[in-house]
């Protein structure tokens, strides 16, 4: 991750158990012990929260994949 060396970077998931099982925690724990590599951050959203939340990541989610195929994909 050393394109965005020194950032931050957010990821918001359900409480599924493929989020947050202990391969996912220790590869965020080691990779935030490189200074070169961008600190990733984790955030769980509650059960029952992510019909709340679905919308405005579909929107995000939508807008963010256009600008990376517009960015990165030969047309």
Known sequence: MQLFSGKKI???WDKHS??????VVEFIKNNNKDPKNAT???ALVDEGLTLIIQVPNVL???VFKQNLK???YQH
């Open 10 to 12: 957010g990821l918001i």
């Open 18 to 23: 493929s989020h947050y099982c202990d391969e």
């Open 40 to 42: 990733i951050i984790l």
């Open 60 to 62: 995000v989610n939508n």
């Open 70 to 72: 517009e960015k990165y």
